[in-house]
């Protein structure tokens, strides 16, 4: 929830601070170097960028808290953090204009004078190089690269074949709406083909789940679990006992437990990152 938290507000910065480039409006987005896609899943699975950054930040708190406490561990810290900063550079060499490797080199020769004050001084400007490449790029980079790609996820199907996940989502709405339709018309037969379509639909999808989640089955369990079998089964034996009306409430107790709870934590990012990239590469 963190991350879905960080992202949408990364989109509302994007929204509110890029500035139109022509009488149309058209919106121009200021896109990270195409060489930072290999520190970030799926080109790297160990998301280096990531911890990169993490260390950093880590690395910058040491030597605030150490700088007039302990200066042999001030120091120690001084240069990894000289180690994970000159990196950035060699990591994105677009980005080599943004660090400034001489403030390290400065702040090293205060901390050795034994001059703490001083030293905070240079790394609150090496903090400040760091926040200026935030203002730029982390939103878009945040967008891109830390939100759920479906292109490559796919579901099986009762042939055995695969779709596309886009084309099974768009048909899971098909058998809920057919349900409704069939309730409304007093066509219970035609709901009971339809719910065990959609039963066998979302079966099928739990299987999609596990590309992504492949060490992690809680997640998909959390949405297409027990609680959603139990609720299909209600369901069906609501159609079959012609109660229209615990039909209807149940048909509606599944698409806020299942398909609203699902995409306000997956299809709002997805459909961000998509939209931002289609952007990006028409620029």
Not at 148 to 159: C, E, F, K, L, R
Not at 201 to 221: F, M, N, V, W
Request: hydrophobic fraction near 35%.
């Amino acid at each position: 929830m963190k991350l879905k938290a960080l992202i949408i507000l990364a989109l509302v910065y994007s929204l509110t601070t890029l500035q139109p480039v022509n009488a149309d409006n058209r919106i121009h987005l200021k896109t990270p170097p195409e060489s930072l896609a290999q520190w970030y899943k799926p080109q790297n699975k160990r998301q280096v960028w990531l911890h990169t950054m993490f260390r950093l930040r880590r690395e910058m708190l040491a030597i605030e808290d150490y700088a007039h406490n302990n200066p042999q561990l001030m120091k120690k810290w001084i240069n990894k953090l000289e180690t994970d900063y000159r990196k950035i550079a060699e990591m994105v060499p677009e980005w080599s204009d943004m660090i400034d490797s001489d403030l390290i080199t400065k702040m090293k020769h205060h901390a050795e004078a034994g001059q703490p004050t001083r030293v905070k001084k240079y790394l609150r400007k090496i903090q400040k190089t760091c926040n200026d490449c935030h203002h730029e790029y982390q939103p878009l980079v945040t967008a891109l690269y830390r939100s759920p790609d479906y292109n490559g996820v796919t579901v099986s199907a009762n042939d055995g074949k695969t779709v596309s996940f886009n084309k099974a989502m768009r048909e899971l709405p098909k058998a809920i709406n057919r349900i409704q339709i069939a309730l409304e018309d007093a066509q219970p037969d035609k709901a009971l083909i339809s719910s065990d379509q959609l039963k066998q639909q979302l079966k099928q999808l739990t299987s999609s789940c596990q590309q992504c989640h492949d060490e992690e089955p809680l997640p998909a369990q959390s949405i297409l679990g027990q609680n959603t079998t139990d609720r299909l089964e209600q369901l069906t034996s609501f159609i079959k006992n012609n109660e229209v009306i615990q039909s209807k409430k149940m048909l509606g107790e599944i698409g806020v437990t299942v398909c609203a709870r699902c995409h306000s934590l997956h299809r709002t990012l997805g459909d961000l990152r998509n939209t931002l990239e289609d952007r990006a590469n028409s620029e």
